[in-house]
């Protein structure tokens, strides 16, 4: 299994709703087996805002949602104008 975990922080006061509504939908369409995401509690100071755990059953699986044209989009139009640094790991499990 093919674990994804990318960490995103946002800018201060940024609307990153539509974004998450967004994102929410990949699962209905594309091979992911199991998929969470969640802001940060606010518990430690200098975390990230955000974070998405996705995993895959193969590497095929996850290059099909790393390259998907939707998953793009949304992160070009609805995450990049607002993120000031977006972190990313793929580990197997």
Same mark, same amino acid.
């Given at each position: 299994?093919? /674990?994804?975990?990318?960490?995103?922080? &946002?800018?201060?006061? %940024?609307?990153? =709703? @539509?974004?998450? %509504? =967004?994102? =929410? +939908?990949? @699962?209905? /369409?594309?091979?992911? /087996? !199991?998929?969470?995401?969640? @802001?940060?509690?606010?518990? !430690?100071?200098? !975390? =990230? #805002?955000? *974070?998405?755990? *996705?995993? &895959?059953? #193969?590497?095929?699986?996850?290059?099909?949602?790393?390259?998907? @044209? +939707?998953?793009? /989009?949304?992160?070009?139009?609805? *995450?990049?104008?607002?993120?000031?640094?977006? #972190?990313?790991?793929?580990?197997?499990?």
């Amino acid at each position: 299994m093919i /674990r994804h975990v990318s960490l995103l922080t &946002f800018k201060d006061g %940024a609307d990153y =709703a @539509p974004f998450v %509504a =967004a994102i =929410a +939908e990949l @699962p209905t /369409r594309l091979p992911i /087996r !199991n998929y969470q995401t969640g @802001p940060d509690l606010g518990i !430690n100071q200098g !975390n =990230a #805002t955000f *974070a998405v755990v *996705a995993d &895959f059953d #193969t590497v095929d699986d996850y290059k099909k949602y790393r390259d998907d @044209p +939707e998953h793009q /989009r949304i992160l070009k139009t609805l *995450a990049g104008p607002l993120l000031e640094s977006r #972190t990313v790991v793929q580990y197997e499990c």
